[in-house]
């Protein structure tokens, strides 16, 4: 993608109030601001309490109020304004309708992210490594202000799900202790030669701190929260409304996308027995016994998985930088690497502002898993990677002549960051990288898991009939399993942390063919008109920053 500006533009007095709202929201959330790149607050943590929380709701009202008296003088601002209104005004519905406050799912509350932030806290100096001190010293009042959330969301009537509190509880634990995150963590740097004795003390003491609060945390979601908490998964159709607006930045007929869903599920399920024709007798499941059969496409150990993935990436890397995009040398470097978690999930990390802190893709890799299939991951590397996560959002970070900080880093929409990145497995697959009939199941793999969980996702959440595939009836539990153990080739491991994630961030799953689906329509309606070249529309779709779907439509003129 370019990083050029449109020639001769000036900072606008837009910017100036999208700038100051990253600049005010990191003060009241380090985490976040860590999570964006910024190099600001990094000795703090975040202050998960209501009256944070009002405040930054209160800063939100404040920041859509001068948007909307501040006008718009290029076809820029007319895209930040858009985007800050739908991103801050979805922002304000959760929390005044009580869901912040009542926070906690396997992947993506503060029970995750209290710890995740020290995967990509710096570290490179003396005093990287005493802000890091600090916010390990800072733990137990952050896990405070959010158990005061919780308990605040329960007197008010809105408790959790039990299910996600029983299931957080046991992922406190992996914090907990000398085998800990907490004290491993502080024990590889208090080794270091640049770390003096006074700040070794400080670095243990803390993740002693933070090692204790996160055994309070797991204690208190086991013997307070839960046994309090709904027994029913289902978030119902009000809700489940509000959580997909949030994920897509658009609102969808949920009964249409469920039978598309549902559509899209069989066509994968049929080109799947096309492909393991291809493969082995048996149908899709002889296929990928075959493929898992065979040595040549199995990985042992993660070490040796990890430098699989590094340089299936460096290839991606080069050579789409060569053809079919303009890859700037800061973006050319992607680390792959094993994350300190075990639940399952691949992630990506975007790079710091200065890409001091390269873009990083993650694997959450499960307990007791040692042996990993390549003909399943290599469409995987291409979607947290290049052309997918990696080269969307290290491009839009790199824009800072043209876009403000909440346009470059901060404003990230699952609708549209995962549907680049699932279009994107798409791509690499046209363009020929998903030849092989292997790598070719791979892609069908990641298309059934994405079609079965809008179809689960929805139907679930939303009470509406179960299909033929699910054995019919109401959705339950137990047909939920066995919808997804059937349908999707994953090790049972991940699919029974992918079902806990589905009933705990509804609305979340769901995106990525949604946002698949939009990507998709935009480029067909590009391709109809005169002219069109595919280069030159991907780098004017990415050159916009992740925004909602229907600022995404709006501005590329569909």
Not at 472 to 496: K, N
Request: charged share 25%; glycine share 8%; aromatic share 8%.
């Amino acid at each position: 993608m370019t990083t050029q500006a449109t020639p001769g533009r000036q900072r606008t007095a837009l910017d100036a109030v999208a700038e100051d709202y990253v600049a005010r929201y990191g003060a009241l959330d380090p985490i976040a601001a860590t999570f964006m790149g910024l190099s600001d607050h990094a000795d703090r943590l975040t202050d998960y309490s209501p009256d944070a929380v009002a405040a930054r709701a209160d800063l939100s009202r404040a920041t859509i109020a001068l948007v909307q008296r501040t006008p718009a003088v290029d076809d820029v601002d007319r895209v930040t304004a858009d985007a800050m209104v739908e991103r801050l005004s979805a922002e304000l519905a959760l929390i005044d309708s009580g869901e912040a406050l009542r926070s906690l799912n396997v992947t993506a509350s503060p029970v995750q992210t209290i710890r995740e932030v020290f995967d990509i806290s710096a570290d490179a100096t003396v005093d990287d490594v005493d802000a890091l001190a600090a916010r390990l010293a800072a733990v137990p009042a952050t896990v405070a202000s959010y158990v005061a959330s919780l308990r605040q969301a329960m007197s008010e009537g809105n408790p959790p799900a039990r299910r996600q509190a029983e299931a957080c509880a046991v992922q406190c634990d992996d914090n907990v202790g000398d085998t800990g995150f907490f004290e491993q963590f502080a024990a590889t740097l208090a080794t270091r030669p640049d770390v003096d004795e006074a700040l070794a003390t400080r670095l243990r003491s803390g993740a002693a701190a933070a090692s204790q609060a996160y055994a309070q945390l797991g204690d208190t979601l086991r013997t307070e929260i839960a046994p309090l908490s709904g027994h029913d998964d289902a978030v119902g159709r009000e809700r489940y409304a509000m959580f997909s607006r949030d994920f897509l930045g658009m609102d969808v007929d949920l009964d249409e996308t469920y039978e598309w869903g549902l559509a899209e599920l069989r066509f994968w399920l049929a080109e799947g027995a096309t492909v393991a024709g291809r493969i082995a007798p048996g149908g899709i499941a002889g296929a990928i016994e075959a493929l898992e059969a065979d040595p040549a496409r199995r990985i042992d150990g993660t070490a040796a998985f990890r430098d699989w993935m590094q340089r299936e990436s460096d290839l991606a890397v080069a050579e789409l930088g060569r053809s079919h995009f303009d890859i700037p040398e800061p973006a050319r470097r992607l680390d792959c690497l094993i994350a300190p978690s075990t639940t399952g999930v691949i992630y990506y990390n975007g790079p710091s502002e200065d890409f001091s802190r390269p873009g990083t893709m993650w694997w959450s890799v499960p307990k007791g898993m040692t042996s990993f299939s390549t003909w399943q991951q290599k469409t995987t590397v291409y979607h947290e990677g290049v052309p997918g996560h990696h080269l969307q959002i290290a491009s839009a970070v790199l824009r800072g002549d043209e876009l403000n900080r909440f346009r470059r880093l901060m404003c990230w929409v699952p609708g549209h960051g995962e549907g680049w990145a699932l279009y994107a497995e798409r791509l690499m697959a046209e363009l020929g990288y998903l030849d092989d009939p292997g790598d070719r199941m791979g892609l069908v793999a990641s298309q059934l898991l994405r079609s079965a969980r809008v179809v689960l996702d929805i139907g679930f959440h939303c009470g509406l009939p179960a299909p033929v595939e699910a054995g019919g009836g109401a959705w339950t539990y137990e047909t939920a399993w066995h919808f997804l153990s059937t349908i999707v080739p994953e090790p049972q491991e991940i699919l029974r942390f992918e079902l806990d994630r589905y009933l705990g961030w509804a609305g979340q799953a769901p995106a990525y063919k949604i946002g698949e689906r939009v990507w998709l329509d935009l480029r067909a309606a590009a391709g109809r008109r005169p002219g069109h070249d595919l280069v030159a529309w991907h780098r004017e779709a990415l050159d916009l920053g992740s925004v909602g779907l229907a600022t995404l439509q709006r501005a590329l003129g569909s």
